[in-house]
């Protein structure tokens, strides 16, 4: 095993050299930002939607305030997000960030700070119920205030913003967000992409044309190619254009998947030595054996139309799947097809690219290829 720090990286955010291509997608964020828009992305999970816009935020040295959504069950802890998203693009020290919110605070709430292991401080606010609406309203319009008052214009990501429309929040929030105009601005991301959807593009939803919609695609095939090469090379061990092409066949670009496979196969490989047929398999192996279970849980969420469809996708590429042999070979019907693909689109298993059905996630598939049909 190499005593070197690996090339490669999956799990968190990607900074720096584990950071591949995304030029032009940061440069839009930058320039839309810059000309005050508020940007809409949504893309699959471990897609790398908040590496992106970390990188072009660190890029662009705005202050910026980012809230993650992810688990956030009711207003109060909606609340509370947001304001400790804000105790901490302060950069200060506690008592400072304390003082700062006693001056700009009309409403009194109590200010709470725990500390993490680290000694990191977490921010929170006491409030009775009568308060809530207000303390959101004053909260959500801090970066605005700011703003007015000072040549900056501060950026808000509101990233799993899916997660609101499970708090009914919608409209107050549009509300706020609106009367901010171009002082403060906005980055949106999401993960489901049929409720991100809802959410933006219904005419009857609070956010309808509210924003700039940046759609962002798998990282191109050259760009990976030199990405991985590299980080082989660098670190004095060997992979050939073959290896590359058999990672990008089963990943298609997809962020997390590239970097996982490439993680494990450059650890497999001693100091020095190439990647062969044997490392290549038994590092595919390893690799859907861990991600097996999440992908049997999937699997199970399905109906049994869907798993049917599903296979019938995947068997026909994604094209033609009403054609009259291949529903006869899975034994369905065009209603009853019909009725399970709009089903695993909602469900954001699958999505259409042109007349071609494709899923959303690229292991999954391998998965469901190399083990379930
Ligand atoms: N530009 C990139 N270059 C190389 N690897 C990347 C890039 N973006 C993402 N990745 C890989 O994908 C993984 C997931 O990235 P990230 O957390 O940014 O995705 P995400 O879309 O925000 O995921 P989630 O929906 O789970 O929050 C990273 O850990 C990294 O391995
Ligand atoms: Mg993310």
């Not at 070197?4 to 930002?33: Q, S």
């Not at 000694?119 to 959500?140: A, C, R």
């Not at 990976?224 to 660098?234: A, L, Q, V």
């Not at 009853?336 to 689109?345: F, N, P, S, T, Y």
Request: proline share 3%; glycine share 4%; aromatic share 12%.
């Amino acid at each position: 095993m190499s005593s070197t720090k690996t090339p490669f990286y999956y799990g968190g955010v990607a900074e720096e050299n584990y950071f591949c291509n995304r030029v032009e997608e940061i440069e839009v964020v930058k320039k839309d930002i810059n000309n005050g828009l508020n940007i809409l992305i949504y893309a699959p999970r471990r897609f790398g939607k908040t590496s992106l816009v970390l990188k072009a935020l660190k890029e662009l040295n705005n202050r910026y305030i980012f809230i993650d959504l992810m688990g956030i069950t009711d207003e109060i802890e909606f609340i509370n997000a947001y304001f400790n998203a804000i105790s901490i693009s302060l950069e200060t020290t506690t008592e400072k960030t304390v003082r700062y919110f006693k001056k700009v605070l009309k409403i009194r709430p109590n200010i709470n700070i725990t500390f993490d292991m680290e000694g990191s401080p977490s921010y929170s606010l006491s409030f009775t119920k009568s308060e809530k609406g207000n303390v959101l309203e004053e909260i959500m319009n801090i970066p605005f205030e700011h703003a007015k008052h000072s040549k900056e214009k501060p950026i808000v990501v509101l990233d799993e913003f899916q997660e609101v429309s499970k708090l009914n929040l919608e409209e107050k929030l549009r509300s706020l967000i609106q009367l901010h105009g171009n002082k403060v601005s906005y980055i949106f991301l999401g993960s489901k992409k049929s409720i991100m959807q809802k959410l933006f593009f219904n005419k009857n939803s609070a956010f309808y044309k509210s924003v700039k919609h940046l759609p962002i695609k798998g990282i191109a095939s050259s760009e990976w190619s030199s990405f991985i090469k590299k980080g082989f090379k660098n670190n004095g061990k060997k992979i050939s254009d073959k290896f590359i092409k058999n990672i990008l066949s089963i990943s298609k670009g997809f962020p997390y998947y590239t970097q996982q496979i490439a993680y494990e196969l450059y650890n497999s490989c001693e100091p020095a030595s190439a990647v062969d047929d044997i490392k290549m398999k038994e590092t595919l192996r390893s690799v859907l054996d861990r991600e097996e279970d999440l992908f049997l849980q999937e699997w199970e969420n399905l109906s049994i139309n869907q798993r049917k469809a599903l296979k019938l996708i995947i068997t026909a590429n994604g094209e033609n799947l009403y054609e009259g042999k291949i529903m006869d070979q899975f034994n369905m019907n065009s209603s009853i097809l019909k009725k399970a693909v709009e089903g695993l689109v909602n469900k954001d298993v699958i999505d259409k690219s042109g007349k071609r059905y494709y899923m959303q996630d690229p292991m999954f598939e391998y998965y469901l290829h190399e083990r379930l049909l």
